[in-house]
């Protein structure tokens, strides 16, 4: 099994970055996906989910209306569109999968948002 994570990066306040999760080794289809992050000293926190079939999904509140999740089963990939950044959204970010076969994370790319 593997969640390889890429896009992260440098960005603005204000800026936008696209973050992807490419799966492989399960039945991406049959899991939900989610984005997860990190900072030092805290505990890892739910960004965004969408269940199996991109029918639904959930956002924390501090990223509704800026951030998008969305889900390309037939590319295994999962994708986090975060718009209009801001200082407090700098973490590592972490690709998840959870089925009932198992929960797996990615390894995190690095977000920064600083001006």
């Known amino acids: 099994v593997q969640l390889v994570e890429s896009g992260g990066g440098l960005v603005q306040p204000g800026g936008s970055l696209r973050l992807s999760c490419a799966a492989s080794?399960?039945?991406?289809?049959?899991?939900?996906m989610s984005w997860f992050r990190q900072t030092p000293g805290k505990e890892r926190g739910l960004v965004a989910a969408?269940?199996?079939?991109?029918?639904?999904?959930n956002y924390a509140d501090s990223v509704k209306g800026r951030f998008t999740i969305s889900r390309d089963n037939s590319k295994n990939t999962v994708y986090l569109q975060m718009n209009s950044l801001k200082l407090e959204d700098t973490a590592v970010y972490y690709c998840?999968?959870?089925?009932?076969?198992?929960?797996?994370w990615g390894q995190g790319t690095q977000v920064t948002v600083s001006s």
């Open positions: 998840n999968a959870r089925g009932t076969r198992g929960n797996y």
């Open positions: 080794g399960f039945t991406f289809s049959f899991y939900v």
């Open positions: 969408i269940d199996s079939d991109g029918g639904s999904t």
